[in-house]
T-cell receptor, first 114, second 113 residues
Framework: AQSVTQLGSHVSVSEGALVLLRCNYS??????LFWYVQYPNQGLQLLLK??????LVKGINGFEAEFKKSETSFHLTKPSAHMSDAAEYFC????????????FGKGTLLTVNP | EAGVTQFPSHSVIEKGQTVTLRCDPI?????LYWYRRVMGKEIKFLLH????????ESGMPNNRFLAERTGGTYSTLKVQPAELEDSGVYFC???????????FGSGTRLTVV
């Protein structure tokens, strides 16, 4: 079965600093990969997804993620954090042909300090 | 377009009672999913509908949980009788024929006391 590991349940950065949220997956066959964000009292919003096109994927709000097969990783980055980026971030994978059933990581809570 | 709507947003019930959660997907979306997040754990898949049919219900915890999707439109998830470990946030999501990623609802926070 698929598994997703998000390193760090809580990441704190200063406003303007680099944001790096780590995600590793377990599949030997490259799956579909996703990052979702949940702002307080809201649903999960898709930030970006990898489906086997370009390995560097750009998403909304200035976020991007790079698929690295050799490292089975899909880390999320943003060059400069903004206060509005404070939220919980989830990495998820789905096996191709699984009707897009998602396996999530435990989530990383991002705090942005002024 | 309207998003995925879930209600109630919060529900507090006593152990042994019954609770029904409702999800209204985006109009025209054939695929509807239920997920659950128990406190401190990851979000886990419960089941998947294609129109009114259950495509995959491998994530349903036990037979206290019953999901239905009337006429391929809205869906309900009933928990009967509720247990303490059923507490968590229940998310619904929908997607159309072409997969651009799910649209999630805001979730229902269920607390069983």
């Amino acid at each position: 079965a698929q598994s997703v590991t998000q390193l760090g349940s809580h990441v704190s950065v200063s406003e303007g600093a680099l944001v790096l949220l780590r995600c590793n997956y377990s599949s030997s066959v490259p799956p579909y990969l996703f990052w979702y964000v949940q702002y307080p009292n809201q649903g999960l919003q898709l930030l970006l997804k990898y489906t086997s096109a370009a390995t560097l994927v750009k998403g909304i709000n200035g976020f991007e993620a790079e698929f690295k097969k050799s490292e089975t990783s899909f880390h999320l980055t943003k060059p400069s954090a903004h206060m509005s980026d404070a939220a919980e971030y989830f990495c998820a994978v789905s096996d191709r042909g699984s009707n897009y059933k998602l396996t999530f990581g435990k989530g990383t809570l991002l705090t942005v300090n002024p | 377009e309207a998003g995925v709507t879930q209600f109630p947003s919060h529900s507090v019930i006593e152990k042994g009672q019954t609770v029904t959660l409702r999800c209204d997907p985006i109009s025209g979306h054939d695929n509807l999913y239920w997920y659950r997040r128990v406190m401190g754990k990851e979000i886990k898949f419960l089941l998947h509908f294609v129109k009114e049919s259950k495509q995959d219900e491998s994530g349903m915890p036990n037979n206290r949980f019953l999901a239905e999707r009337t006429g391929g439109t809205y869906s309900t998830l009933k928990v009967q009788p509720a247990e303490l470990e059923d507490s968590g946030v229940y998310f619904c999501a929908s997607s159309g024929d072409t997969y651009y990623g799910y649209t999630f609802g805001s979730g229902t926070r269920l607390t069983v006391v």
